[in-house]
């Protein structure tokens, strides 16, 4: 299972931006997916994540009422649409997957056995 973060880019606080997170490889089953973010200087932070039914949703508190993550089954992706941008919310984003026995959410990134590379969020005025 290969996963591919894209969608990042410089934006203005109060912005948006749609990042998405493509799964290829082994996507004849759908994964639990997060999305995580680590800024510089800091520890990786769990942001959201998604159940692999697609049921349950989950947000760190610092982004919930901002952020949606959503499944995209026909393209293999799990979108992250990201609202009202703040300076604290740059930091690369990376997306990952949990082993497909895992349906469920996870909040750790130990959780998580699948990581995919990043994309740069800057937001900046």
């Known amino acids: 299972v290969q996963l591919q973060a894209s969608g990042g880019g410089l934006v203005q606080p109060g912005g948006s931006l749609r990042l998405s997170c493509a799964v290829s490889?082994?996507?004849?089953?759908?994964?639990?997916i997060g999305w995580f973010r680590q800024a510089p200087g800091m520890e990786r932070e769990w942001v959201s994540c998604?159940?692999?039914?697609?049921?349950?949703?989950d947000y760190a508190d610092s982004v919930k009422g901002r952020f949606t993550i959503s499944r995209d089954n026909a393209n293999n992706a799990v979108n992250l649409q990201v609202n009202d941008l703040k300076s604290e919310d740059t930091a690369v984003y990376y997306c990952?997957?949990?082993?497909?026995?895992?349906?469920?959410?996870?909040?750790?990134?130990?959780?998580?056995?699948?990581w995919g590379r990043g994309t740069q969020v800057t937001v900046s005025s």
């Open positions: 490889g082994d996507t004849s089953d759908y994964y639990a």
């Open positions: 998604i159940s692999r039914s697609g049921g349950t949703t």
């Open positions: 990952a997957a949990r082993l497909f026995r895992y349906g469920g959410c996870g909040l750790k990134s130990s959780a998580y056995y699948y």
